[in-house]
């Protein structure tokens, strides 16, 4: 009699899913400033403050979320490479800014 053995790797050290990460726009500020995510993940800004806000890639061509009304929420922005992006609120300039740091 034979037996036939089925083996199924599943290599569950390397499955990743991607995952959905909040930015909260304030008064002048982003809060977290520095977001770390990974290749694949999604950034959503939400607006906190009483006035418009954006988010802005200083690269001018990276993302913007556009104007962001107060208490709504950004389009989701999907990072799909790896690499360190750095963004300000086109209403505030430099003076309100941070970073997304995305990992292979």
Request: hydrophobic share 35%; glycine share 8%; net charge positive.
């Amino acid at each position: 009699m034979k037996v036939l053995v089925l083996v199924v790797g599943l290599g569950v050290g390397s499955l990743s899913l991607a995952a959905d990460h909040t930015v909260k726009m304030k008064s002048l500020s982003y809060d977290p400033k520095v977001v770390n995510i990974k290749v694949g993940d999604s950034v959503e800004w939400v607006n906190e403050s009483y006035t418009e806000h954006s988010a802005s890639a200083d690269d001018k061509k990276t993302f913007d979320t556009g104007m962001v009304e107060p208490k709504k929420k950004s389009k989701k922005i999907k990072f799909t490479h790896g690499g360190s992006f750095t963004f300000h609120c086109s209403v505030h300039g430099p003076t309100m800014n941070g970073t997304i740091v995305v990992e292979q």
